[in-house]
């Protein structure tokens, strides 16, 4: 049975415009309707579903976990993105509370190698049509 996919909040994409940082090395893009960060080609902040996430190193992923109503990223069923962290909805209101945390993101996604662009894939070449 396929997951419904829950729309992000207002209140959800006000706090995602409100921390998300510009910069000549920050990309904006859309994933599947919903804002993110990326630099180098690595994704560090975004809206997903009912939730803000960031990406982590391990020791502050777990400082964050600790943080009530933080949570370990499913985006589906038994599919834990454990780098990501879901954002206690509690600090969306306060960039005080969330920048901090997006600014820790970022730091960590600029320390990965960077991704390399995917070459469009190339069209497979139109079937002849038979003759009979």
């Given amino acids: 049975m ?14 995602f415009a409100n921390c998300a940082p510009t910069g000549a090395d920050i990309e904006h893009r859309s994933m599947f309707g919903c804002p993110c960060c990326f630099v180098h080609g690595q994704m560090f902040f975004a809206v997903h579903g009912e939730g803000l996430v960031v990406r982590l190193p391990e020791t502050e992923r ?5 943080v009530e109503g933080a949570s370990p990223f ?10 990501y962290v879901v954002v206690p909805e ?8 969330l920048g901090p945390w997006v600014d820790r993101a970022y730091r960590f996604a600029r320390s990965l190698p960077p991704k390399e662009k995917k070459a469009p894939a190339k069209k497979a070449p139109a ?4 003759r009979s």
């Fill in 2 to 15: 396929p997951m419904e996919w829950k729309k992000p909040t207002s209140a959800m994409l006000e706090a």
């Fill in 62 to 66: 777990e400082e964050l976990l600790a």
């Fill in 74 to 83: 499913v985006p589906m069923p038994n599919r834990v993105m454990r780098e």
């Fill in 90 to 97: 509690a600090m969306w209101h306060s960039p005080d509370a």
């Fill in 127 to 130: 079937k002849k049509a038979k």
